[in-house]
């Protein structure tokens, strides 16, 4: 599918949930640690090297968050910025989105990371915003075990469409996979737990981008 006709229909089919609304902090228990208030834009732009060749961070996706703010300063993904509410959020590395920039547009190779942060921005600011708020779990710090014991469960995202919990074992390695919208394309598998664990914001690393849309 040609990026231009994914943009048409992302923007048409998707709608924006307003996280300040919606996102609440998780209650403290009696007897508890109070959970810490990083946030995870906070994480995410503690690395500056830019675009590298290092396949597993997260340079298109901290380039495409703040391509985001910059063009729309009150959109709800800046609820990223503010680590006193509580959520989750899948980040797909560099290697994801170079997976599905390769995809959408047919290519043969993968693009190096400036070029893949090129053709998701061609998407337009409204679909690259849709795109992350899928990623966005609002009202919850789901930890690694946590995660692993929600197999089936259906995850509401910051955009308001859902994604699916499929929790895999084997012998004594188990793995957590999110079903999205697109029945076509291999399921995202998390490959990394519990980014900025201790606080509000908690973040797990996925080796695929969730679409909102189902894709041919």
């Known amino acids: ?30 007897g508890t640690k109070q959970p810490g208030t990083r946030s995870l834009a906070a994480v995410l732009t503690r690395d500056t090297g830019g675009f590298d060749h290092n396949a597993r ?21 800046k609820v990223l910025t503010d680590g006193t509410v509580a959520l989750t959020a899948f980040v797909p590395t560099d290697a994801a989105f170079r997976e599905l920039v390769r995809d959408i547009t047919g290519a043969h190779r993968l693009p190096g990371e400036s070029a893949a942060f090129t053709a998701v921005a061609g998407l337009g600011i409204d679909t690259v915003e849709n795109v992350l708020l899928y990623h966005v779990v609002p009202g919850a710090t789901i930890d690694r075990r946590a995660a692993v014991k929600a197999d089936g469960a259906a995850l509401t995202t910051a955009l308001g469409a859902t994604v699916e ?50 894709l041919p």
């Open 57 to 77: 961070d997260f340079d298109v996706l901290t380039a495409a968050v703040l391509a985001v703010l910059e063009a729309k300063p009150d959109s709800p993904v």
């Open 1 to 30: 599918m040609k990026i231009a006709r994914l943009a048409t229909r992302l923007a048409a089919g998707t709608l924006a949930t307003a996280l300040a609304t919606a996102a609440m902090a998780v209650p403290a228990q009696a």
């Open 165 to 214: 919990v499929d929790v895999r074992r084997w012998w004594h390695f188990t793995q957590v996979r999110l079903v999205d919208a697109d029945t076509s394309d291999r399921d995202a598998r998390v490959v990394a737990y519990d980014i900025n664990k201790g606080n509000r914001q908690i973040a797990h690393a996925v080796d695929r981008v969730l679409r909102p849309i189902d």
